[in-house]
């Protein structure tokens, strides 16, 4: 039973900051490659970052300069700092990761979903 959880977000004013965690359980060995990706009602779902098992980084023009995504890979989670919060940030946050399970079986998984709401 591989879960993705995530946590952290909340209602916030423009300007403000939040942290999304995103916690992988349920007999998983490691992670490879995760992201985190973001959907408002009638509009396609993006991705806002990714970060590779090396380390290596991508984000979405929109949110360089003010996001930074990281992982802990002893605790087999992924963050997203967000600053310089806009109201256009406002959507459900869904992360995403590549897991290795204990027995064996690589896949990727994607979390519930969490909203984040930014007021102006």
């Known amino acids: 039973q591989v879960q993705l959880v995530e946590s952290g977000g909340g209602l916030v004013q423009a300007g403000g900051s939040l942290r999304l965690s995103c916690a992988a359980s349920g007999g998983i060995f490691s992670a490879n490659n995760m992201g985190w990706y973001r959907q408002v009602p009638g509009k396609q779902r993006e991705r806002v970052a990714y970060i590779r098992g090396t380390g290596t980084t991508i984000y979405a023009d929109s949110v360089k300069g003010r996001f930074t995504i990281s992982r802990d890979d002893a605790k087999n989670t992924l963050y997203l700092q967000m600053n310089s919060l806009k109201p256009e940030d406002t959507a459900v946050h869904y992360c995403?990761?590549?897991?290795?399970?204990?027995?064996?079986?690589?896949?990727?998984?994607w979390g519930q979903g969490i909203q984040v709401t930014v007021s102006s």
């Open positions: 995403n990761a590549d897991l290795l399970r204990t027995d064996g079986v690589v896949r990727y998984y």
